[in-house]
């Protein structure tokens, strides 16, 4: 058995036979000779292991090649890329969360292949602040006095608390002890940051006295955390912002909150309710708010404090506010998203543009791709369906949205359809129900429902005889 095994693993390829195979230069000008060659260690190593383990009885070199070849074209492809989604999840974490507005694209453009201003006083020709760009954009859309942005929301978090908090004890109530997409827990931030975590309350019902009868000498702060995607319902209770906001003022401690998704704009328009917005914390007295950039705010990745100016100037100074610092083109999409908000355009942020549209266009929108994908592909048994989408990025969890997609029934099963779109040059990530392929119209653009419309025609030739 033994001898049979070294046999085979003598007849494996050596990495000189593999190279001189004619697909392989041209690959390897675009890639360099050391990434080819580790590719081929890769798979020859995964091929002897596969026969020691007894997997596989004999060595087929035209195979090892086969999959050395299809993982090196994948790296001759760009791989963070363009994809339609077609899930009708508007802030979808995996997809990118928020598209920017053309606006910010242009800011971006303008910025990032040029210099700029970034950290240049223009008036009087001397150092300037990165974060004064924006930072009276801020308070205008937030009514704070003072703002400061970051990283990302995580990064806000533990900054507030680290700076204002580090050392003491930061309260917070039992129902609000969230984990957020995996990485982000108040527990483990609480203890990245120093501050030392007092919980209060239960699960369900945390009263004002909960919080009275925890604050001390070393208590800093006064946290509220927004549950993010997750809710408690029924038999539940939290005192309300302007209590807590009074109790704080009266110790004289901070009120923090950690809104997760800032909306600045009331929604209720689109049917979204319940949701406090950035101005109404600020209103109610809580110091310090932080929040997303491209959750529902609709812009890029960025973590904002606004709150009151004192504490905010303690955030200037904190020596790890370089480690979260945000970028130049970042920052200049950023401000031409809150420049939308300041001209009463927030409409035409995408984010709210997907979210607020109405069901008789959604339907519309329906019927036309799928009379198109009828005409222009294979697929026949296509139609326009009723569908439930969903904000996404944590915010209104239990918000349903009313949609509408196009359903492609075929004998082909609808997992190796989702496999193949995602395969096509533009993929598309759709939804599936019973079975069947669902492409949610809300999160297509113009552009994405083409892309829609190419997808499908490379599926139906991959699939030609069996549609
Ligand atoms: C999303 C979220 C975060 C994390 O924000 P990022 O911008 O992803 O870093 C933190 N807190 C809450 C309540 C959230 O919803």
């Known amino acids: 058995m033994k001898e049979e095994i070294g046999i085979l693993l003598r007849a494996l390829p050596s990495m000189d036979e593999l190279l001189l195979l004619e697909w392989v230069s041209p690959i390897e000008k675009r890639l360099g000779r050391e990434a080819v060659k580790s590719v081929f260690a890769d798979v020859i190593g995964e091929t002897r292991k596969s026969l020691r383990e007894g997997d596989v009885q004999e060595v087929d070199v035209e195979q090892i090649a086969r999959i050395a070849r299809s993982r090196l074209k994948k790296m001759l492809d760009r791989s963070l890329k363009r994809v339609v989604n077609a899930t009708g999840v508007v802030v979808h974490t995996n997809l990118g969360r928020s598209r920017l507005a053309d606006e910010a694209l242009e800011a971006v453009m303008e910025v990032a292949g040029r210099y700029s201003n970034l950290e240049y006083d223009l008036s009087d020709g001397a150092r300037g602040q990165r974060n004064a760009h924006i930072e009276w954009l801020l308070c205008q859309v937030s009514g704070a006095d003072a703002g400061i942005v970051v990283n990302n929301n995580a990064g806000a978090v533990l900054l507030c608390l680290s700076a204002l908090a580090r050392g003491r004890q930061a309260i917070v109530s039992r129902g609000e002890l969230v984990e957020i997409g995996g990485s982000f827990r108040i527990p483990d931030i609480m203890s990245f940051s120093g501050a030392r975590m007092v919980e209060v309350g239960?699960?369900?019902?945390?009263?004002?006295?909960?919080?009275?009868?925890?604050?001390?000498?070393?208590?800093?702060?006064?946290?509220?955390?927004?549950?993010?995607?997750?809710?408690?319902?029924?038999?539940?209770?939290?005192?309300?912002?302007?209590?807590?906001?009074?109790?704080?003022?009266?110790?004289?401690?901070?009120?923090?909150?950690?809104?997760?998704?800032?909306?600045?704009?009331?929604?209720?328009?689109?049917?979204?309710?319940?949701?406090?917005?950035?101005?109404?914390?600020?209103?109610?007295?809580?110091?310090?708010?932080?929040?997303?950039?491209?959750?529902?705010?609709?812009?890029?990745?960025?973590?904002?404090?606004?709150?009151?100016?004192?504490?905010?100037?303690?955030?200037?100074?904190?020596?790890?506010?370089?480690?979260?610092?945000?970028?130049?083109?970042?920052?200049?999409?950023?401000?031409?998203?809150?420049?939308?908000?300041?001209?009463?355009?927030?409409?035409?942020?995408?984010?709210?543009?997907?979210?607020s549209a109405s069901a008789t266009l959604?339907?519309?929108?329906?019927?036309?791709?799928?009379?198109?994908?009828?005409?222009?592909?294979?697929?026949?048994?296509?139609?326009?369906?009723?569908?439930?989408?969903?904000?996404?990025?944590?915010?209104?969890?239990?918000?349903?949205?009313?949609?509408?997609?196009?359903?492609?029934?075929?004998?082909?099963?609808?997992?190796?359809?989702?496999?193949?779109?995602?395969?096509?040059?533009?993929?598309?990530?759709?939804?599936?129900?019973?079975?069947?392929?669902?492409?949610?119209?809300?999160?297509?653009?113009?552009?994405?429902?083409?892309a829609v419309i190419e997808a499908i025609r490379f599926v139906g030739r991959k699939f030609e005889k069996d549609v």
Do not use: W
Not at 311 to 324: E, H, I, N, S
């Open 202 to 355: 239960t699960t369900n019902r945390t009263h004002l006295k909960d919080y009275r009868g925890a604050i001390c000498e070393e208590t800093a702060i006064l946290l509220k955390v927004h549950p993010s995607n997750y809710r408690v319902t029924g038999f539940h209770s939290m005192p309300e912002r302007r209590e807590i906001a009074d109790l704080a003022r009266e110790k004289d401690i901070i009120f923090m909150e950690d809104l997760g998704s800032g909306v600045l704009q009331d929604l209720a328009a689109c049917g979204l309710s319940g949701e406090p917005t950035v101005k109404q914390c600020v209103l109610s007295g809580v110091d310090i708010v932080t929040f997303s950039g491209d959750k529902l705010l609709g812009g890029p990745q960025i973590g904002c404090v606004v709150g009151r100016k004192q504490l905010v100037d303690k955030l200037r100074t904190y020596p790890f506010l370089r480690a979260l610092r945000i970028d130049k083109m970042t920052l200049a999409a950023f401000e031409a998203t809150l420049r939308l908000y300041l001209e009463g355009k927030a409409k035409s942020i995408p984010t709210l543009e997907m979210i």
């Open 362 to 450: 959604l339907r519309a929108r329906a019927s036309s791709l799928a009379r198109k994908i009828k005409c222009e592909t294979v697929f026949s048994d296509v139609s326009a369906v009723k569908v439930t989408d969903a904000v996404g990025g944590g915010a209104f969890p239990t918000t349903q949205l009313e949609g509408y997609g196009v359903q492609i029934q075929s004998d082909i099963p609808g997992s190796r359809l989702l496999e193949s779109l995602r395969e096509a040059p533009v993929p598309v990530v759709a939804g599936i129900r019973d079975g069947n392929v669902v492409l949610h119209v809300r999160t297509l653009t113009a552009d994405d429902r083409k």
